[in-house]
């Protein structure tokens, strides 16, 4: 073990903001591009469209897969229960859906590439410059997305390798492998100072690829970062009435439930994604991510008029 240096504190700092500028921008690119699916006339018909609640969930999973955030569909959803478009019985499977939607960034992140990202950068932007009014132009922004995603990937996985010969780091590591509880509000932090549970659970997904972090151990934050990421809808619901603060609560509980009730079932969980993918770790955190989010909404989408009723209560 060695005694990280300033310098090597600053290469450090330095590679992830870079790597999470390249990653963030990669992730708003294809978003902005897939932005024309939603439609105000998608807006308009999204109650025909959910009134099913399996279609409900396919909605939220395929608008979060577009957009790469739950945090977007979900204050979208809020906004939209606010104006009287969508009904808040309709709105919980849309909801239970997106969470199940933002898994497929970490899906794609586990994908492993043999070549650098920048080679394919350095083709796909001068074709991107040069075809300004080609209907390929849509296409090739993003290609160009994934190989900035890819890069900022590449960067913070560099960064970060000094970590595995840090003491400090080792210990804090030692300190949440023994206390999943602790793991769990370290997910919740992370994300909420971030305000990204993709982002966090991406930089999971490099650090266990790396050997820096088991993925046993990352489980629990993984849970925690499905906390965290509800508080950007509980802030965006607060300059809404009533019935919309009623579903940024409904968010809370559900991710809630959902990460007590898979504290007890840590270890199966791991044990399931080792099974799946035994030799990838990063897949491994997108698998348990993933099962995590279907899970619950499975355990829960048959109780969702009971969490609409819970929240009139409180609320």
């Known amino acids: ?92 499977p849309i909801i239970m859906g997106a969470n199940i939607g933002t898994t497929f960034t970490s899906q794609l992140v586990a994908f492993k590439t043999s070549i650098s990202p920048v080679i394919p950068l350095l083709i796909l932007i001068p074709i991107f410059i040069i075809l300004r009014k080609s209907r390929y132009r849509s296409i090739i922004k993003l290609l160009i997305s994934l190989a900035l995603i890819f890069l900022g990937l590449d960067i913070i996985s560099n960064a970060v390798l000094p970590l595995k010969s840090s003491k400090a780091f080792f210990n804090l590591i030692t300190i949440l492998s023994n206390n999943k509880v ?33 993925v046993k151990t990352a489980i629990p934050i993984i849970l925690g970062q499905n906390v965290g990421t509800c508080v950007d809808t509980v802030v965006g619901s607060l300059a809404t009435n009533r019935e919309g603060k009623q579903v940024a609560f409904i968010h809370v509980i559900f991710n809630l439930v ?40 499975l355990i829960l989408l048959p109780f969702s008029s009971l969490l609409v009723n819970i929240s009139k209560k409180i609320i």
């Open 1 to 92: 073990m060695l005694k990280l240096t300033s310098n090597l504190y600053i290469t450090l700092i330095v590679g992830i903001i870079l790597g999470l500028a390249l990653f963030l921008s990669g992730i708003k690119i294809m978003s902005n591009t897939f932005k024309n699916f939603i439609s105000n006339n998608l807006k308009s018909k999204i109650n025909k469209f959910t009134s099913s609640k399996f279609i409900g969930v396919i909605v939220g999973i395929v608008v979060t897969a577009l957009l790469h955030s739950s945090s977007a569909t979900t204050i979208i959803v809020v906004s939209l229960v606010h104006s009287n478009i969508l009904n808040i019985y309709n709105a919980v």
């Open 182 to 214: 602790l793991s769990i509000f370290a997910g919740i932090l992370i994300t909420a100072i971030i305000q990204s549970s993709t982002t966090g659970i991406a930089i999971l997904q490099v650090m266990s690829a790396s050997n820096i972090i088991s």
């Open 258 to 297: 959902g990460a007590i009730i898979f504290f007890f079932l840590i270890d199966f969980l791991y044990d399931i994604v080792v099974y799946l993918t035994p030799d990838n770790p990063s897949r491994q955190i997108a698998n348990a991510h993933t099962l995590f989010n279907i899970f619950s909404t």
